[in-house]
């Protein structure tokens, strides 16, 4: 009997754990695109994020096609460092349309960017999958 019940048990935790798919973090990503500039341009004052493209009326863009750069794009995004509030000097804006149609923008500056209402340190592995 008690045989029986360690067998049930493992049986409902393998169960559980085949349910519980670990997602991957462009999961619900339906396109990215990203607008910017030279990032290591000079301007005269700080870009901000409304007045991008007042500034840089011909921006290079950039669709993220391929599942593996969301999900890779994505997971830069979800491990990045938090930092006191303050506005990037604006020097590319990514777009991720979710699959309900809603969009969020980050605003990338060299330094620091916003996400969310946030403010975070700019990885570099995201300025480098920019420049690319």
Same mark, same amino acid.
């Given at each position: 009997m008690k045989k029986l019940h360690t067998l049930l048990l493992l049986g409902a935790v393998a169960l559980t754990a085949c349910q519980n798919k670990p997602t991957s973090p462009g999961e619900n990503v339906k396109a990215i695109t990203i607008k910017y500039t030279e990032l290591g341009r000079k301007t005269l004052f700080k870009i901000t994020c409304d007045n991008f493209e007042t500034?840089?009326?011909?921006?290079?863009? !950039?669709?993220? =096609?391929?599942?593996?750069?969301? $999900?890779?794009?994505?997971?830069?995004?979800?491990? !990045?460092?938090? =930092?006191?509030?303050?506005?990037? $000097?604006?020097?590319?804006?990514?777009?991720?349309?979710n699959k309900d149609n809603k969009t969020d923008t980050v605003c990338v500056g060299i330094t620091t960017l916003k996400y969310q209402h946030s403010t975070y340190e700019t990885p570099q592995k995201l300025l480098m999958m920019i420049q690319q």
């Open positions: 500034n840089f009326p011909k921006p290079l863009v !950039m669709n993220v =096609m391929s599942k593996p750069a969301m $999900d890779s794009l994505m997971a830069v995004l979800s491990d !990045m460092k938090r =930092m006191d509030d303050e506005e990037p $000097d604006v020097r590319a804006k990514i777009f991720i349309t």
